[in-house]
């Protein structure tokens, strides 16, 4: 039987494409806060997004807490991972909000996003993926 695992490689590759994530944040007086997300990963590294300081994201986030980000391809044959680790830093974000515009809606739609979205209590929230979970069902075609 062919395994649908993926390698360490394919794993951290896969991560660092520009799919939408879905973050889940643990809320203590109900089931997980779950939202879609744009991020950005470069293999071995730390996993990194922007978020409001004051949006419902940002009120449950704070340095070690736990939380898990699924991201997946929209066609089959559907390949997805999934990174579960604990925030390492929360910073004042700079000037993340258009490159990060860019990668997910090119060059032209993206600089326009980011004029437009510009928000001065942004932050950008950093995780240290720990725990991987992947499936490529591509490797049984």
């Known amino acids: 039987m062919t395994s649908t695992a993926m390698t360490t490689v ?14 889940s944040i643990p809320r203590p007086d109900a089931g997980p806060l779950t939202v879609p997300v744009w991020y950005d990963y470069q293999p071995g ?20 807490v736990r939380v898990s980000l699924c991201t997946q391809t929209e066609t089959a044959p559907y390949q997805y ?7 390492v830093a929360i ?10 515009a860019v990668r ?7 600089r326009l996003y980011a004029e437009q979205s510009a ?12 725990r991987w ?6 490797k049984l075609v």
Request: glycine fraction near 14%; charge should be negative.
């Open 133 to 138: 979970l992947a499936v490529d069902y591509r």
């Open 45 to 64: 590294g730390t996993l990194w997004f922007l978020t409001g300081r004051a949006s419902r994201k940002g009120r449950l986030l704070g340095e070690g």
């Open 104 to 110: 997910y809606l090119g060059e032209t739609q993206g």
């Open 81 to 87: 991972v999934s990174v579960e680790g604990p925030v």
């Open 91 to 100: 910073e004042a974000a700079g000037d993340e909000l258009l490159p990060m």
């Open 10 to 23: 394919e794993k951290q590759a896969f991560l660092a494409q520009p799919h939408v994530g879905v973050l």
């Open 119 to 130: 928000e001065d209590d942004s932050v950008v929230v950093r995780v240290q993926p720990e």
